[in-house]
């Protein structure tokens, strides 16, 4: 791998005290990284690298987009959606009814805010080796695994009755049951996490590349790259060589799920102070 050569060579190349400083303690990839021995000095010195297959799938522009995009978006929306911000009305005469932003409408873009940066946390996606794209083993081996874990109870049969409309829905306070149970099954605990803030002068895409190379780091950490070489495209490394039925499973599966827990509430709550709201405190 080559250094970066742009402008700003320092975003892409961090060695690992600078990473760890800039990703704080909050985040357990850091505490795992802090304690790791595998990846050398001379591993840190590399860039973080990470090709998308299309043009437009880099992670870090996706999230920095459509949470810029929902600051706005708050601000321009309906009745429901100002009792929530506590916007004031008068702006609404300037606006085609229609045109204003909906609940449900900033839910689905919430989603994929979120979707964007859980995918940050998941090492096969900020790796560029050939062995980590999602039809060479690895990378859906990984996620099926999750799956079986996760998946079922929250599918949409499971949480809407057959037929019936979306106000149907389980209640939200047994879906949050739902969701603390997967928590235990990965040995999590939320209940006295303080979410930090975006430190002053980031901004979210220099945090997803961040959480980003730390991933890189991660999936380095799985499959060595002495082992499978950053420039090998016939490297493969299937699920149950390096990661089935060993205890580095269960230490990244926390690690993952802790992380992407914890960015997604980071940028929601940038979103929200953007509109000069200080966050609820978890329940």
Not at 37 to 51: E, G, N, S, T
Not at 107 to 112: L, P, V
Not at 148 to 172: M, T, Y
Request: charged share 25%.
């Amino acid at each position: 791998m080559k250094p970066f050569s742009g402008a700003s060579p320092d975003r892409f190349v961090a060695k690992k005290d600078v990473l760890l400083k800039r990703l704080g303690p909050a985040r357990m990839m850091s505490r795992y990284l802090a304690a790791d021995r595998r990846l050398d000095p001379d591993w840190w010195a590399q860039a973080y690298k990470a090709v998308p297959t299309k043009p437009g799938q880099h992670l870090p522009n996706r999230a920095m987009a459509l949470g810029t995009m929902l600051k706005d978006l708050l601000l321009l929306g309906d009745e429901s959606v100002d009792d929530l911000v506590g916007r004031g009305r008068a702006f609404d005469k300037y606006l085609v009814t229609d045109a204003q932003s909906r609940q449900e409408a900033l839910a689905a873009y919430f989603f994929m805010l979120s979707h964007f940066i859980a995918d940050s946390c998941m090492p096969c996606h900020c790796d560029g080796r050939n062995l980590s794209a999602y039809g060479k083993g690895l990378h859906k081996q990984w996620e099926e695994h999750w799956s079986k874990v996760v998946a079922a109870e929250f599918a949409k049969d499971a949480l809407i009755k057959k037929g019936a409309a979306p106000s149907a829905c389980i209640p939200g306070d047994k879906a949050m049951e739902k969701a603390r149970g997967k928590d235990k099954k990965f040995g999590l605990d939320f209940s006295e996490t303080t979410i930090p803030s975006l430190p002053k002068g980031r901004d979210v895409w220099l945090e997803m590349v961040d959480v980003c190379r730390a991933s890189f780091a991660l999936a380095s950490i799985v499959a060595p790259p002495a082992k499978y070489a950053y420039g090998d495209a016939k490297a493969r490394a299937p699920f149950d060589a390096v990661l089935a039925g060993k205890p580095i499973l269960k230490e990244m599966d926390r690690v993952i799920m802790h992380d992407a827990v914890l960015n997604t509430a980071m940028v929601w709550k940038n979103v929200w102070q953007a509109l000069g709201k200080k966050p609820a405190k978890p329940k």
